[in-house]
């Protein structure tokens, strides 16, 4: 099947957050096709892991459905590794500082397409093991990692970012920190 071909570009919009870009392209049958994306820099969601329970970040208001939601730690990965990014965001949105951090790791290296078909960003999850002491004002909602600590969470969590990083989570069957 031959590839489709990129004819034009007939805009370009960019802002701090996102540059808006409509093309022509022209399709394996030959039909010219009118296309919009979004380019946006990567992001990543942090699950940070204190002993017995995962911490949200606080409830924030979020204009693109206004409302305020429950959201696990995330963030942009602009010009930095993703690791470093989430230790960013861990400090950002849960007063975190790098110490507190057992352990980083990355569920996936390559990240998943946010929305291959309007987005080129990539989603990120990480699990942050957190040190058993005690933490700081500010840091978070806890939620135990029990089925009905789980249950719940899912229940509250309506972002489907956040979603899909908790379940992934859950599916590698992530026994080393389950109590």
Same mark, same amino acid.
């Given at each position: 099947?031959?590839?489709?071909?990129?004819?034009?570009?007939?805009?370009?919009?960019?802002?701090?957050?996102?540059?808006?870009?409509?093309?022509?392209?022209?399709?394996?049958?030959?039909?010219?096709?009118?296309?919009?994306?979004?380019?946006?820099?990567?992001?990543? !969601?942090?699950?940070?892991?204190?002993?017995?329970?995962?911490?949200?970040?606080?409830?924030?208001?979020?204009?693109? !459905?206004?409302?305020?939601?429950?959201?696990?730690?995330?963030?942009?990965?602009?010009?930095?590794?993703?690791?470093?990014?989430?230790?960013?965001?861990?400090?950002?949105?849960?007063?975190?500082?790098?110490?507190?951090?057992?352990?980083?790791?990355?569920?996936?290296?390559?990240?998943?397409?946010?929305?291959?078909?309007?987005?080129?960003?990539?989603?990120?999850?990480?699990?942050?093991?957190?040190?058993?002491?005690?933490?700081?004002?500010?840091?978070?909602?806890?939620?135990?990692?029990?089925?009905?600590? !789980?249950?719940?969470?899912?229940?509250?969590?309506?972002?489907?970012?956040?979603?899909?990083?908790?379940?992934?989570?859950?599916?590698?069957?992530?026994?080393?920190?389950?109590?």
């Amino acid at each position: 099947m031959p590839e489709w071909t990129l004819e034009d570009r007939f805009l370009t919009l960019s802002t701090n957050w996102v540059t808006l870009v409509g093309e022509h392209y022209t399709d394996q049958r030959g039909e010219r096709l009118e296309y919009y994306r979004a380019e946006r820099a990567d992001s990543v !969601i942090v699950l940070p892991v204190h002993g017995d329970a995962l911490l949200c970040a606080p409830r924030t208001f979020r204009p693109g !459905i206004g409302e305020t939601t429950l959201d696990f730690p995330g963030g942009r990965v602009p010009g930095s590794s993703v690791e470093e990014a989430a230790r960013r965001i861990l400090l950002r949105e849960l007063n975190l500082s790098a110490d507190m951090v057992l352990d980083l790791r990355l569920m996936n290296r390559l990240g998943w397409p946010v929305n291959s078909s309007f987005s080129d960003q990539r989603l990120f999850g990480a699990v942050a093991r957190l040190r058993p002491d005690p933490l700081s004002e500010g840091a978070g909602e806890r939620h135990p990692l029990s089925p009905e600590g !789980i249950e719940g969470l899912l229940q509250e969590l309506e972002c489907a970012q956040c979603r899909l990083v908790l379940l992934h989570y859950l599916m590698e069957g992530r026994s080393e920190d389950l109590p």
